[in-house]
Nanobody, 125 residues
Framework: VQLQASGGGLVQAGGSLGLSCAAS????????MAWFRQAPGKEREFVTA????????HYAESVKGRFTISRDNAKNTVYLQMNSLKPEDTAVYYC???????????????????WGQGTLVTVSS
């Protein structure tokens, strides 16, 4: 199983950036896909998740209304559109996958079986 994240970079505060994560080796449409992030000196934290095909989306309070997760099952890819970025969004962003999770387990990184390599997002003030 491979998860390949891409799209990170440097952006000014208030700007937008899109991430993508291509999956292989899994029956993508049956998996919950998520994004986590880890800021310098901090623990990794949940950002957002989308349940399997046609499933619901869930967001951390800190990104609600600014970030949007989506998936294209035909392309085995999950996306994260980040708008109104803030310096505190600076982090390495990781995509993760798990056989479909119930809502109460979405935010727990221990519940995810597979992880991408991470992509750095830097938001300058």
């Amino acid at each position: 199983v491979q998860l390949q994240a891409s799209g990170g970079g440097l952006v000014q505060a208030g700007g937008s950036l899109g991430l993508s994560c291509a999956a292989s080796g899994v029956t993508f449409r049956t998996y919950t896909m998520a994004w986590f992030r880890q800021a310098p000196g901090k623990e990794r934290e949940f950002v957002t998740a989308i349940r399997r095909s046609g499933g619901s989306t869930h967001y951390a309070e800190s990104v609600k209304g600014r970030f949007t997760i989506s998936r294209d099952n035909a392309k085995n890819t999950v996306y994260l559109q980040m708008n109104s970025l803030k310096p505190e969004d600076t982090a390495v962003y990781y995509c993760a996958a798990a056989p479909d999770l119930i809502v109460s387990r979405l935010a727990g990184e221990q519940n995810y079986n597979y992880w991408g390599q991470g992509t750095l997002v830097t938001v300058s003030s």
